[in-house]
């Protein structure tokens, strides 16, 4: 068993004792072919939780910082984590980011770059718009509804996929293709809330 299994096996353990987890819409996740998975981000237990509860294996950007700490710099690597700058361009976690995609893997997104503090939404970053348009990957929007309360509920949806066909014929941007995937999300969190 790889690093990776056993500590999603971990994690779903953790998690279904911690918390009162509803999983709505799993059918919505293509078994196979790129799946880029775009979600709200609460909490530090996002990640685990967005990609305990699926049979595929979730890649994430994570903040290059964490690479610096010596056991996180071993072991994130084989949870399926890569490095990327915040702040600014890093051409090296996007082409990271495009490959996973057009190998066929799942990539787990925030887009709004950062934990929200106040549980709302927030204006999401170009980069998930500009997966969108440039691969042929699956975007699946995603909400966690909270909060992280011991015992307490909390429920995870993916959402039906975003057809993308018209924006990238009208050539539209990246940040168009983001809004759309934020509006998606929080459309998610208004239904199920």
């Not at 348009?133 to 039906?160: D, M, Q, W």
């Not at 293709?177 to 934020?182: G, V």
Request: aromatic share 8%; with cysteine.
């Amino acid at each position: 068993m790889s690093i990776y299994q056993f500590g999603k096996r971990i994690c779903l353990l953790f998690l279904s004792s911690s918390y009162k987890v509803e999983v709505i819409g799993r059918e919505n996740i293509p078994e196979d072919g790129g799946v880029l998975l775009c979600c709200n981000h609460i909490s530090n237990l996002d990640p685990p939780l967005l990609g305990s509860y699926l049979g595929r294996n979730v890649h994430y950007m994570a903040k290059k910082e964490l690479f610096e700490k010596p056991i996180l710099k071993w072991l994130l690597p084989k949870l399926h984590a890569f490095p990327i700058r915040r702040g600014m361009s890093d051409k090296q976690a996007l082409r990271t980011a495009m490959t996973l995609l057009k190998n066929n893997e799942i990539v787990g997104l925030f887009p709004e770059g950062t934990r929200s503090k106040n549980g709302q939404l927030q204006k999401g970053l170009a980069g998930a718009g500009f997966f969108a348009l440039r691969t042929n990957a699956a975007v699946i929007p995603s909400a966690i509804i909270g909060p992280y309360k011991f015992r307490g509920r909390l429920k995870l949806v993916y959402g039906e996929p975003i057809d993308f066909t018209e924006l990238k014929e009208a050539r539209g941007s990246a940040e168009e293709a983001t809004s759309i995937i934020m509006a998606e999300i929080q459309n998610l969190i208004n239904k199920h809330q």
